[in-house]
């Protein structure tokens, strides 16, 4: 598989005032090849959705780059960047309820991308918004109807068509589905999984359920602190965690099949996820591991591969 999407070193930080800054995001590097699915999760807090936000340009990078099919991508987008990227890199927000304009009619949020790329007529954008309102489920005779009229399911399907009918190539989905009722939380994801399938799209699947990662996805990538501390095949990752928080947050998910759970340690995830402002030295997960060593506080370790997976891991104990 071809490489769609590289980031190397990518950092985002949040000037907070008094010379202070969040490290949201703090020199990531990974790549997503073409048509594959990367789960990635990690605690609230841990910086996925302004990892997302940052790969699609709506937040300038502070430092490192972004490639698209080996182009870097700018640091800062102006409208005509906007313009020339956002066609083919789009966003689904966990939100339904917030990310739908209240005062436009599902017609007009859905074609509203295809009349600000300039590519058709009004007629036509209509005619497109009614066929993807159909595919993700909905009726075309409910064009006219405004947002509150929904469900939140049925809002994400809104969502889902918004992003859909410019056909991008990659999709960030930043927690879809954790919006929303257990009853249709489901139908989503198949709705999901069956467009990447169909339109054959590169997904980055933000998600808290690590079982649903685990049934969507072909990678996971757990994040801690504004760093990634593990990557791998998405089964590797799930059944043999390798990096103490992976296999903190991994033994503390609800599982769905008794027989994994009792394979597993019980053991939750002890304290809170430390302030991203004054970031500790060596390794971040080093004030909550039940495995730390005197080197663990002095020295960052690096994501490296540890065995003859496709996994890297961030950790002195490989
Ligand atoms: N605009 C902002 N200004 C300052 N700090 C921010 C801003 N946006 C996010 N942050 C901070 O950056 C860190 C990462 O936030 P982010 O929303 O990316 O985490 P997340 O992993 O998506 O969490 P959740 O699972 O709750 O959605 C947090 O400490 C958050 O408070
Ligand atoms: S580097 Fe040390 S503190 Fe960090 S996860 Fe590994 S063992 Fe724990
Ligand atoms: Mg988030």
């Known amino acids: 598989m071809s490489e769609l ?7 985002k930080y949040f000037d907070i005032g008094k ?20 789960g990635l999760v990690g605690e609230s807090g841990s910086g996925k959705s302004t990892l997302g936000k940052t790969l699609l340009g709506l937040h300038d990078k502070s430092a490192g780059e972004v490639h698209y099919r080996g182009a870097a991508l700018p640091r800062h987008y102006t409208t005509a960047d906007f313009q020339k990227y956002s ?64 469900s939140g399911g049925q809002r994400q399907r809104i969502g889902i068509a918004r992003a859909m009918i410019l056909e991008p190539e990659f999709v960030v989905c930043d ?23 169909s339109m054959g799209l590169t997904l980055l699947f933000i998600a808290h359920d690590l079982s649903m ?34 296999q903190i947050l991994i033994a503390s998910n609800p599982e769905p099949d008794p027989d994994i ?13 430390p302030s991203p402002v004054n970031v500790p030295a060596g390794c971040r997960f080093a004030g909550r591991c039940p495995k730390v060593m005197d080197v663990c506080r002095g020295t960052t370790p690096v994501l490296k591969k540890v065995d003859d997976s496709e996994r890297l891991v961030a950790c002195h104990l490989y």
Do not use: C
Request: glycine content about 4%; cysteine-free; proline content about 6%.
């Open 19 to 38: 010379g202070q800054h969040v490290h949201a995001v703090d020199k990531i590097s990974f790549s997503i090849a073409e048509r594959e699915i990367v």
């Open 213 to 246: 990662v685990r049934y969507v996805s072909d990678r996971m990538a757990v994040m801690y602190l504004g760093a990634l501390m593990e990557i791998g095949p998405v089964d590797d990752v799930y059944f043999r965690p390798l990096h103490p928080y992976t």
């Open 87 to 150: 066609r083919k890199m789009q966003m689904i927000f966990q939100d339904p309820y917030s990310s739908l304009n209240p005062r436009m009619t599902v017609g007009e949020i859905i074609a509203e991308g295809l009349l600000l790329h300039r590519l058709m007529s009004a007629p036509q954008a209509r005619d497109k918004a009614a066929h993807w309102l159909e595919r993700v489920g909905l009726h075309a005779d409910h064009m006219s109807r405004y947002p509150h009229e929904f």
């Open 175 to 197: 927690e879809p589905i954790s919006a929303l009722d257990v009853s249709v939380q489901a139908q989503v994801v198949n709705l999901l999984s069956e467009l990447q399938a």
């Open 5 to 11: 999407v590289r980031i190397d070193e990518l950092s």
């Open 261 to 273: 759970e009792r394979a597993r340690p019980s053991t939750g995830i002890q304290g809170e996820i």
